[in-house]
């Protein structure tokens, strides 16, 4: 697989991860597939899908769990990306980045992970409660330690502040100038995808002028991108899209016009490709400094979205894509 490297320490992963979450989180059925989800962990370094994206919030704590499993046989093959700052309590997720705090979730994600570094800590989201400064100066320290090799900053109320558009990620930008004060920024993950673009707007350009990686959250939009959820079928209570706007019966059929032109740009390229592809190489035509991280926990899955990132669209395609109807259903 070809390789793209991320921040000024030129880390070098394969140009399509694994997103871990729907293993061990956000969607039904996400609990009860270990032995399932282990061979797709595997399967994705076979392929040279290093990058895995996870976070101690995930599960909690099972999905790095989860992946400790593979990385005790299997460490040198992988890039390890978490997340640290986000609690899940038993009503609410509260942010917490006081430096005592992320300094003991990070000694408690190199057990759970059975690594005794991370190649990526990012921020999950920044505590209000504490200026950003304090809680990436805890994080630096974790790198001079010699327990995490890069810091990473996840945007911030990507869905959650709930302004779409234009504007979206100015709070996370000016996140950014402040932490890049204090230490370098490696790699910045943010949702992007064909039918939530609004990070080409500032945010992507932020990263492409500073040699900073971009990870590329959620590029599947959810599942629906790939043309396999069918309106109306509905989702279980414990799947976060059962409470999306996006996904409603409604929208997912006002919104099918996205999925037929991924059909019909997929279909150029051969029979056996798919829009899910389509929607992953869209990503990576973004920018080299793009790394997308599809979840899955299907090995199929993980074998379609690895093959993305040899399909190179053409002028056309993106002028195709880039032509297609706006998302309807605001995230709000
Ligand atoms: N930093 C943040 O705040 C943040 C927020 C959200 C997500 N993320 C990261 O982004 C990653 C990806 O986001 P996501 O998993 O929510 O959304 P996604 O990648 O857009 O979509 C994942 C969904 O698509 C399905 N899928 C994957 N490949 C498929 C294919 N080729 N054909 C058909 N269906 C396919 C998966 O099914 P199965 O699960 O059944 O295999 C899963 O339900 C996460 O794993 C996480 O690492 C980060």
Redesign the pocket.
Known sequence: MERRTIGAGALAVGAVG??????SW??S??RQRGDESLR?VHRALDLGSTLL???DM?GPFTNELLLGRVLKERRGDAFVST?AGLLVGEQHIVANGRPGYVKRACDASLRRLQTDVIDLY?L??ADPEVPVEETWGAMAELVHAGKVRALGL??MG?RGGRRSGAGMHDGTLRQLRRVQQVFPVSAV???L?VWSPEALDALLPWCEARGVGF???????????????IPGEGFEPDDVRARHPRFTAEMMAANQPIVAGLRRVAWRHGENV?P??VALAWTLAQGRHVV???????E???E??AAAAGLRLTAEDLTALAGLPAAQGSWD
């Open positions: 694994l997103g871990c979450m729907p293993m956000a969607y059925g996400s797709a994206d996870t976070a995930y997340k990012q999950h989201r996840c945007a990507a993950q943010a949702e995808s990870l590329a959250a959620m590029p599947l939009g959810n599942g629906f991108l790939t043309g396999t959820l798919t899910a592809q997308p991280v599809p979840g899955a926990k299907h199929c899955w993980v379609e979205n």
